[in-house]
């Protein structure tokens, strides 16, 4: 049996199963980052909005649109966002409790049966913020 020819079979078959593990590792990789950076960005937009409830002792309605907003424009999807924040006026040194909880589904690679598919996964992201209010 000449090695030779077995090799020339054998190495695309290696190239591709290679090239398959490489590209999933990849995208399981960058999946597990997504939602470190979902969470920069709920933790800034937290931040920013701390101080104005903070100022005005809850949070009124036209920040609340506001908040809602910039939450989409940094792509956030509105539906999957649960606030929970003063909804009426906390007098002076009173502890103020804010979250914003995001529920992202991402797309992760999995085999199953022998074949390759992407499986949802729920990951809840939520970023508590406490104070007291300066009014």
Do not use: H, W
């Not at 030779?4 to 591709?16: D, E, Q």
């Not at 909005?49 to 100022?55: A, D, G, L, N, S």
């Not at 409790?97 to 074949?115: A, D, Q, R």
């Amino acid at each position: 049996m000449d090695k030779k020819g077995s090799s020339m079979v054998v190495a695309p078959f290696v190239l591709i199963i290679s090239l398959f593990m490489i590209l999933s590792i990849g995208i399981y990789l960058i999946n597990s980052i997504i939602p470190f950076i979902y969470y920069e960005k709920l933790n800034n937009i937290s931040t920013k909005y701390m101080f104005v409830i903070e100022k005005f002792g809850y949070l009124t309605l036209d920040e609340k649109t506001s908040l809602m907003f910039e939450l989409n424009k940094q792509g956030f999807d509105n539906t999957n966002i649960i606030l929970e924040y003063p909804s009426s006026v906390k007098e002076y040194g009173e502890l103020i409790n804010f979250n914003i909880s995001y529920k992202l589904i991402s797309k992760l690679p999995s085999i199953e049966n022998g074949k390759f598919c992407l499986k949802e996964k729920e990951t809840i992201i939520t970023v508590r913020k406490n104070s007291f209010s300066k009014i």
